[in-house]
T-cell receptor, first 114, second 111 residues
Framework: AQTVTQSQPEMSVQEAETVTLSCTYD???????LFWYKQPPSRQMILVIR??????QNATENRFSVNFQKAAKSFSLKISDSQLGDTAMYFC???????????FGTGTRLQVTL | EADIYQTPRYLVIGTGKKITLECSQT?????MYWYQQDPGMELHLIHY???????EKGDLSSESTVSRIRTEHFPLTLESARPSHTSQYLC??????????FGQGTRLTVV
C-alpha cells in the first residue's frame, strides 16, 4: 500500500520569504505521479503543481517549485516570495501508474505573516 | 477552471433523516472520488469510482453509499444521518493518470 507523510503539521513564514514544505512517500512502484494541492480557508482545493516520477527535471510553476528526490522518495514544495494569499492547508498527494486511487498526506497548515 | 459542482454547499439536518449529496462534473472524467474532511484536517477517502457502474469503498469506513449510473454524476447517500456524520464532504474527479479536480464541498451538520 502507498503512504504519504507530511511531517510538518504547521509552518509559518514572513511575507516575501521562502518556505519549504516536506513530503515523503512510500511505494514499490516505479511509475507514479505526485501532486501538491492548496486549500485556502473555507475555499476550494486547487492543484499547485504536479510531477511525473519518470521525469528527472523538477517541476516549476511561477513561485512554486518542487525538489523531487526519487531515490529518497521525497517530494518537497518550495514557495518563493511568499504572499498573504499563500496562507492555506497544503496537501501532498500520490497517484500510482496503475491509476488506482489518489492518496493524500495529512497536510501542512501554512501561515504567511506580515 | 474545473467544472465540478456539489450541492448543497451547506446542509443542516435532523438525526435520522435520509440525505443525498450531489456531485456532477462536465469534463467527462471516468474517475470520481468522495472524501470526508473535518475543517482544517486531513482528507479521508470514503468512496471512489472508475466509471459507470463501478464503485469502491475507500480507506475510511463510511455508512454512506454511492452510485454511478452516469459518467457525470456521483451522488452520495446517507440513509439515516447521525451527529457523527457532521463533516465536510469533498467530491473530486480526474482522468486516468492525472490530477484530481475538486468541488467546493458540502458542509453537513446533523443535529
Amino acid at each position: 500500500a502507498q503512504t504519504v507523510t507530511q511531517s510538518q503539521p504547521e509552518m509559518s513564514v514572513q511575507e516575501a520569504e521562502t518556505v519549504t514544505l516536506s513530503c515523503t512517500y512510500d511505494t514499490s512502484e516505479n511509475n507514479y505521479y505526485l501532486f501538491w494541492y492548496k486549500q485556502p480557508p473555507s475555499r476550494q482545493m486547487i492543484l499547485v503543481i504536479r510531477q511525473e516520477a519518470y521525469k528527472q527535471q523538477n517541476a516549476t510553476e511561477n513561485r512554486f517549485s518542487v525538489n523531487f528526490q526519487k531515490a529518497a522518495k521525497s517530494f518537497s514544495l518550495k514557495i518563493s516570495d511568499s504572499q498573504l494569499g499563500d496562507t492555506a492547508m497544503y496537501f501532498c498527494a500520490f497517484l500510482t501508474g496503475t491509476a488506482s486511487k489518489l492518496t493524500f498526506g495529512t497536510g501542512t497548515r501554512l501561515q504567511v505573516t506580515l | 477552471e474545473a467544472d465540478i459542482y456539489q450541492t448543497p454547499r451547506y446542509l443542516v439536518i435532523g438525526t435520522g433523516k435520509k440525505i443525498t449529496l450531489e456531485c456532477s462534473q462536465t469534463m467527462g472524467h471516468d474517475k470520481m472520488y468522495w472524501y470526508q474532511q473535518d475543517p482544517g484536517m486531513e482528507l479521508h477517502l470514503i468512496h471512489y469510482s472508475y466509471g459507470v457502474n463501478s464503485t469502491e469503498k475507500g480507506d475510511l469506513s463510511s455508512e454512506s453509499t454511492v452510485s454511478r449510473i452516469r459518467t457525470e454524476h456521483f451522488p452520495l447517500t446517507l440513509e439515516s444521518a447521525r451527529p457523527s456524520h457532521t463533516s465536510q464532504y469533498l467530491c473530486a474527479s480526474s482522468e486516468q493518470k492525472a490530477e484530481a479536480f475538486f468541488g467546493q464541498g458540502t458542509r453537513l451538520t446533523v443535529v
